[in-house]
């Protein structure tokens, strides 16, 4: 079974400085997706960032980019200049992307702080 | 364009009643995944709806059963509530090509507390 592990239960970040929140991750799978997840106090998960595993190139979106090592099973994410807005949980998530299997197995999140 | 509407946003039960939660997709959408995400967890899959049939299935009890109607809004049964049902309920919807790739668009949730 997949498994999904964010070993930071909870982050601070001063105001326009840059954190990097971690994600390891278990598959014997080749062919996957992996996101980053950012749940506000409105409960509502938004999609941050994804990662197609046979693409080399990290994925990049505004301030959020990562840093994925498929050998070490690694998908970490880099807010740059961060914002009040971006105080949340935020869940790394893992998804296969043959036929037949379409759900999401997701850690346990980061609660991250943007301290003004 | 509204995005994923979930209802009611708050439920309570009790113990050994049912409880019926329902979910409007994205508009465009055709399919539906449902999560129940307990207090400090991540979410975790209960099933998802595709052409009005349960496409795949997570870990849970059959207590848990669900439905999708010709105009591919969802619900979510629960029969014979116990207090480890008490969670937030997510659902998500996506549309299923190669080129949207089946991404997950979520609503903010039914918060259910069995007591």
């Known amino acids: 079974a997949q498994t999904v592990t964010q070993s930071q239960p909870e982050m601070s970040v001063q105001e326009a400085e840059t954190v990097t929140l971690s994600c390891t991750y278990d598959t014997s799978e080749n062919n996957y997706y992996l996101f980053w997840y950012k749940q506000p106090p409105s409960r509502q998960m938004i999609l941050v960032i994804r990662?197609?595993?046979?693409?080399?190139q990290n994925a990049t979106e505004n301030r959020f980019s990562v840093n994925f090592q498929k050998a070490a099973k690694s998908f970490s994410l880099k807010i740059s200049d961060s914002q009040l807005g971006d105080t949340a949980m935020y869940f790394c998530?893992?998804?296969?992307?043959?036929?037949?299997?379409?759900?999401?197995?997701f850690g346990k999140g980061t609660k991250l702080s943007v301290i003004p | 364009d509204a995005g994923v509407t979930q209802s009611p946003t708050h439920l309570i039960k009790t113990r050994g009643q049912q409880v019926t939660l329902r979910c409007s997709p994205k508009s465009g959408h055709d399919t539906v995944s449902w999560y129940q995400q307990a207090l400090g967890q991540g979410p975790q899959f209960i099933f998802q709806y595709y052409e009005e049939e349960e496409r795949q299935r997570g870990n849970f009890p059959d207590r848990f059963s669900g439905h999708q109607f010709p105009n591919y809004s969802s619900e979510l049964n629960v029969n014979a509530l116990l207090l480890g049902d008490s969670a937030l309920y997510l659902c998500a919807s996506s549309f299923l090509d190669r080129v949207a790739k089946n991404i997950q668009y979520f609503g903010a949730g039914t918060r259910l507390s069995v007591l």
């Open positions: 990662q197609e595993a046979y693409k080399q």
């Open positions: 998530a893992w998804r296969y992307s043959g036929a037949g299997s379409y759900q999401l197995t």
